[in-house]
Every structure is written in structure tokens, then in C-alpha cells.
């Protein structure tokens, strides 16, 4: 009884506090159709507006009394918001994945947490570059082969170079860290509404979202440029 009545306030607060939010309107929607022109044009748009954005997540988790610092000792509060608010900010339905990838619907009314996921994902970019002088923000265009156009990062701000001495994130590769929050919320969502279990396996490299810390402990991970490569999950199940 006393959980639902939390989560009811939480929901009301983080509804009334994102009226007032700006929005992210890059200059071209969609993905399928944008040229490599208009999906330059999208990326300079975000560049630009890295600083912009990041003031305005700032000011709004004042209102949650959350400092947004790009420091390690930074990350756990952030970590706490994302799994007490964060399943309220991406509605429920595939059009929200749509609004991810295409900017279609525009993020705003239901759509308006969107633009939190976005930013915390310019954060953790940030975070990731500042501690890792490997990382950069990049242009995901491909790898050369058909059939690009549908892998998820493609024509998005994406971080290359993260650990280039590991094959997962090469040029090739990059990270969609956008993506990445965007499951952070969606596992806090699934915690939110009883479809979540912890993880079981605390000797995973990486759990599942929706686990306690998992945002600081992945962003930790990027961050790490002499990080080891994560143990493949086939080779856990050999242990057992």
C-alpha cells in the first residue's frame, strides 16, 4: 500500500517538474530516410549543445536534491535517481524506441522524459571522455556492410574508442550510450512494476539494468581506459 502511494508521488513530481523542460530538436527527424548530410548536420547540433544540456539536467536534479558532477563520488546519487524515477521517463509502447532512434514522436507531453534519457546519456558521455583519453564522440555511419541502416547507433552520437584494445568497442563498434540509459530506464521500469528479478550471478561482469549500481558500475567501466575485457557470459556458465 505505502509503495504504491510512493510511486504514485514520485510519477506526479517527476511529471510536474519535466512541464517546464526544454526540448532536444535536433534540425532533422527520422533515420531511415535522413541523408549523410542531414545526419552530420543532426551531430554538429548535438555537439553544440552538450553544455547546454548538461545545465539543464543540472537544474533539474537540484530540484530532486541531486548535484550532477562529473567525478566518481558523482555517479551513486544519479545511479539511486535513475532506479527511483527513471522508469517514469520513457512512456510504456514501441513508440518509444521510435522517439529514441527517429526524434519521432517529438519529446515532448508524453514524450518528455525523453529528453532526461538523452541528456544523462550526454553526461555519462562526458563522464566517460573526461576519465578515458581514448573516448571521443563520434558519428556512427556504419561498418561498410549492408544492412547498416538497421543496426542500433546508426546516424546517433555514439562514443568510439572506449577501450580500443578490446574488440567490442572499435571504430567500427562504437558505444550507443543513448540506448544504453535508455535500457537503464526500462529496467528500472520493469523494477517498478514487478517484472524484474535481481540478478542472481554476482560474479557477472555486467548484471542486468534495473540491479543496484549498475549505472556506476558500467560507467565506471568505460571510463576505465586499462579496464580488462569482460569475461564472455558462456564462459561463466563453463564455471558453474
Known sequence: MFGFVTRYRDKRRLQEALRDYPEYAPPFRGKAKLKRAQAEANFEFFMSQRSKRLECLGRFLLGFAVSLELTPEGLPLLDAWLLRYGGYLIPPGGDAIDALERYDPPWTSAFAGMNIVHDVSVFAGEYI????????????????????????????????????????????YPLYIADEIFMCCEGSRRRLEGRWLPCSRPEDFFRQWGDDNEFVRRVSYWADPDAEPPTPYSQLVLRE
Open 129 to 172: 571522455i573526461r576519465h578515458n583519453p581514448n573516448a571521443r564522440w563520434g558519428l556512427f555511419v556504419g561498418d561498410g556492410i549492408r544492412g547498416a541502416r538497421d543496426m542500433m547507433g546508426y546516424y546517433h552520437p555514439c562514443l568510439f574508442r572506449i577501450h580500443p584494445h578490446h574488440r567490442g568497442y572499435s571504430d567500427t
